[in-house]
């Protein structure tokens, strides 16, 4: 099977504070502190990250959602979720990058005095639990978590391999659910993960000519039996446009 190497750069603007929880504390002052990593580009520096693993999700979740109104038969659903993310066991095709902060954000920020750039990337906030059957505060059940702030942009990319008849569709698609990601993290009921994801440059790598033609070919017929040239699946931007 003929595979085309595909990336595509991302980029995720927090629209309001966002809580990726560790679960582990901070002595007694925050209960709950959010990842924080070694920046690639800003070396001896940590910030606040986006697991690849958190994107994925979401891009799953979203990704399911728009095969259930394209496809009918389930198999195409499960064979186009295996080749993004992975199905049953069965790893997928593609890599889902940690999302960093930008590095020339991230490199000013280092050269900052005093480490003050821990009060800008992160800050905590103050919440109580609240009684599901009452619908009243819990007595002594104040917490505090650490969230990363809003207004931070971070850039990612998803790198891998598809199959040449399928790659654009499979790519119209994933594009399509970065589109409908709205939040990430924890604690979206107390207005946290609020966020905008938006595709960048998409790359698309082939072994010769004919199998890079092949892709572009492969939009018509996607997801159609074998021989069929009836279109089940319209281009990228003709999906793109009809979403709200």
Same mark, same amino acid.
């Given at each position: 099977? +003929?595979?085309?190497?595909? =990336?595509?750069?991302?980029?995720?603007?927090?629209?309001?504070?966002?809580h990726?929880?560790?679960?582990?504390?901070? +002595?007694?002052?925050?209960? $709950?502190?959010?990842?924080?990593?070694?920046?690639?580009?800003?070396?001896g /520096? @940590?910030?606040p990250?986006?697991?690849?693993?958190?994107?994925?999700?979401?891009?799953?979740?979203?990704?399911? /959602?728009?095969t259930?109104?394209?496809?009918?038969?389930?198999? *195409?659903?499960?064979?186009?979720?295996?080749?993004?993310f992975?199905?049953?066991?069965?790893?997928?095709?593609?890599?889902?990058?940690?999302?960093?902060?930008?590095?020339?954000?991230?490199?000013?920020?280092?050269? &900052?005095?005093?480490?003050?750039?821990?009060? #800008?990337?992160?800050? *905590?906030?103050?919440? #109580?639990?609240?009684?599901?059957?009452?619908?009243?505060?819990?007595e002594?059940?104040?917490?505090?978590? @650490?969230?990363? /702030?809003?207004?931070?942009?971070?850039?990612?990319?998803?790198?891998?391999?598809?199959?040449? =008849?399928?790659a654009?569709?499979?790519?119209? &698609? &994933?594009?399509?659910?970065?589109?409908? #990601?709205?939040?990430?993290?924890?604690?979206?009921?107390?207005?946290?993960? *609020?966020?905008?994801?938006?595709?960048? =440059?998409?790359?698309?790598? +082939?072994? *010769?000519?004919?199998?890079?033609?092949?892709s572009?070919?492969?939009v018509?017929?996607?997801?159609?039996a074998?021989?069929?040239?009836?279109?089940?699946?319209?281009d990228?931007?003709?999906? &793109? $446009?009809?979403?709200?």
């Amino acid at each position: 099977m +003929a595979m085309l190497e595909v =990336e595509i750069k991302l980029t995720v603007t927090l629209r309001s504070a966002m809580h990726i929880g560790t679960g582990f504390g901070l +002595a007694q002052l925050i209960d $709950d502190r959010i990842v924080q990593g070694p920046h690639p580009d800003v070396p001896g /520096e @940590e910030f606040p990250y986006i697991p690849g693993s958190s994107l994925k999700g979401r891009l799953r979740h979203h990704t399911r /959602e728009l095969t259930q109104l394209l496809f009918k038969n389930p198999a *195409d659903m499960t064979a186009i979720e295996g080749r993004l993310f992975g199905y049953d066991h069965t790893p997928g095709l593609l890599r889902y990058c940690n999302s960093y902060l930008d590095p020339l954000f991230a490199g000013e920020l280092s050269r &900052l005095r005093g480490g003050s750039h821990t009060a #800008v990337t992160s800050n *905590d906030r103050t919440f #109580v639990s609240l009684s599901r059957e009452r619908r009243v505060a819990l007595e002594q059940r104040l917490f505090r978590i @650490e969230v990363a /702030e809003s207004g931070l942009q971070y850039s990612s990319r998803i790198h891998g391999y598809l199959p040449v =008849e399928s790659a654009l569709g499979d790519l119209g &698609l &994933l594009v399509a659910a970065m589109k409908m #990601v709205t939040n990430l993290g924890g604690h979206k009921g107390r207005g946290l993960g *609020d966020c905008e994801v938006n595709p960048g =440059e998409a790359v698309l790598r +082939a072994a *010769d000519s004919t199998s890079l033609l092949q892709s572009m070919h492969g939009v018509l017929r996607y997801g159609a039996a074998p021989g069929s040239t009836d279109s089940t699946l319209p281009d990228a931007n003709v999906l &793109l $446009d009809s979403l709200p």
